[in-house]
């Protein structure tokens, strides 16, 4: 479907026929948007493995900090290649907590990552890199533009997008205005979203998600 044909299928479904209209068109885009990206999260419905800009990171040595895409929210592999080399080495995703329990001086070791602890916004590699090269990720992620133009679609796959239009009603009813402020309608859409595309899960279990527990083959320090 497009922006075009989910902005109409919601004002039908909403009941939308005034003119002017209930809701505006700028605020229905934007719960769209906010949808896909909600179902992408708890459906996991967008994995990338090959987008450079997503899977690549320049490692410099000394560096052990790197910045992931702003739409990567889970990794599924990582690995490091020195430069010149095509071999890659297998990073293990773990906690802080296991690192301190394995070796307490891991903060300063130094040589080949084999260890990486991701947050929401970054990857700390253990031990601290000591050649420059290039850090291969995969994992799940977010759409990586809005919708904006009537001809836009969905990023996601087109049997889901009929169900985005509930996120839409969740959010438009639970707007405190008095003509369409209806609390009952936005809950059961918010169910009827949820019962598509799952719960979100919180932020408990996506850390706990992307570290390996229990840890099977750990690479042994250098």
């Known amino acids: 479907m497009t922006l075009a044909q989910l902005i109409a299928q919601f004002r039908r479904d909403a009941d939308d026929r005034l003119e002017p209209p209930l809701f505006a068109d700028e605020d229905i ?3 769209l948007n906010e949808a896909q990206d909600e179902a992408a999260i708890r459906a ?3 994995h ?3 987008n450079p800009a997503q899977c690549q990171i320049a490692v410099e040595a000394g560096e052990a900090v790197y910045t992931l ?3 990567l929210y889970e990794l599924t592999y990582t690995a490091f290649a020195r430069d010149g080399d095509s071999r890659r080495l297998h990073i293990e995703l773990v906690s802080t907590e296991f690192l301190d329990s394995k070796d307490p001086d ?3 070791r130094e040589g080949d990552p084999g260890y990486a602890i991701q947050d929401d916004t970054t990857l700390r ?3 601290n890199p000591t050649s420059p090269g290039i850090l291969h990720l995969e994992g799940y992620r977010l759409p990586l533009e809005p919708m904006e133009v009537d001809g836009d679609s969905p990023e996601i796959h087109g049997a889901h997008h009929r169900p985005l239009v509930q996120w839409a009603l969740h959010r438009a009813f639970a707007v405190p205005d008095k003509d369409t402020y209806d609390l009952a309608r936005s809950d059961a859409a918010e169910a009827e979203f949820t019962r598509y595309f ?3 899960p919180d932020a408990d279990l996506r850390r706990v998600t992307r570290e390996d527990v229990p840890h099977h083959v750990a690479p042994d320090w250098p």
Do not use: K, N
Request: proline share 14%; no cysteine.
């Open 48 to 50: 990338e493995s090959s």
């Open 125 to 127: 590699l253990a031990p």
């Open 69 to 71: 895409h702003p739409a």
């Open 106 to 108: 891991w903060r300063t």
């Open 29 to 31: 885009i934007g719960w």
């Open 198 to 200: 799952g719960p979100r």
């Open 44 to 46: 996991r419905l967008l």
